[in-house]
């Protein structure tokens, strides 16, 4: 257990439909990734949130957005949802924003959208 | 760009030896390498740093040769608990972000 906990765990939508999925970091990590996998694919950064401030963007699509509130967790918004979305959803956590220092994942919010 | 990793994909017989590289074309000031299960999170293995500081926890070692931008994951008498996909993350110099880019994953079998 890496202390980041995702939820929902599973997510079953329509084309079209907006969801949101949620992040809570490892108690005292102020920076949170977010990362998409599709199907037996490599890990696809998105956003980097730390302390509150968005860090840095990798590939995230303009339909979705993220943030980090005061209490640190942070939430994923996905809308005008898509086949092409379908993923496994993973967050993590780290101590500080970057510097070398290990990510923690957690359990992953796999999305499927009919 | 993202980091090159081979083999793509090695099979191998519990106890015997596998390498796994990471290459770039970036100056690099870090690799971190990660193994995930399948249907599971990765989880973090060991992190090289420019200049040859190595942070890792796990009976697995690895290199990190500045001058050729590469990284390499020796994993010795292997166990059927190494078995997963390997991915390597690496961190460029000239990034002020500390954005990690990754590499597409080598699977690794272990037959009993």
């Known amino acids: 257990d890496?202390?980041?906990?995702?939820t929902p765990k599973h997510?079953?939508?329509a084309t079209g439909q907006r969801v949101t999925l949620r992040c809570s970091p490892r108690s005292g990590d102020l920076s949170v990734y977010w990362y998409q996998q599709s199907l037996d694919q490599g890990l696809?950064?998105?956003i980097q949130y730390y302390n509150g401030e968005e860090r840095a963007k990798?590939?995230?699509l303009e339909r979705f957005s993220a943030q980090q509130f005061p209490d640190l967790h942070s939430e994923l918004?996905?809308?005008?949802?898509?086949l092409g979305d379908s993923a496994l959803y993973f967050c993590a956590s780290s101590r500080k924003a970057g510097g070398a220092r290990e990510?923690?994942?957690g359990p992953g919010t796999r999305l499927t959208v009919t | 760009q993202q980091p090159v990793q081979s083999p793509q994909a090695v099979i191998l017989r519990?106890?015997?030896?596998?390498?796994?590289?990471?290459s770039s074309s970036k100056a690099l000031y870090s690799v971190h390498w990660y193994r995930q299960k399948h249907g599971e999170a990765p989880v973090f293995l060991m992190i090289l740093l420019k200049g040859g500081e190595q942070k890792g926890h796990e009976k697995i070692s690895a290199s990190f040769?500045?001058?050729k931008q590469q990284s390499s994951l020796y994993l010795t008498a292997s166990q059927l608990s190494y078995s997963g996909t390997y991915f390597c993350g690496t961190e460029r110099t000239e990034d002020s972000n500390y954005q990690l880019i990754w590499g597409a994953g080598t699977k690794l079998i272990i037959k009993p």
């Open chain 1, 103 to 105: 990510q923690y994942f």
């Open chain 1, 77 to 82: 918004n996905l809308s005008s949802l898509e």
């Open chain 2, 14 to 22: 519990e106890g015997e030896d596998a390498v796994i590289n990471c």
């Open chain 1, 58 to 60: 990798g590939n995230i």
């Open chain 2, 65 to 67: 040769n500045e001058k």
């Open chain 1, 2 to 6: 890496s202390g980041v906990t995702q």
């Open chain 1, 44 to 46: 696809q950064f998105l």
């Open chain 1, 11 to 13: 997510l079953i939508t």
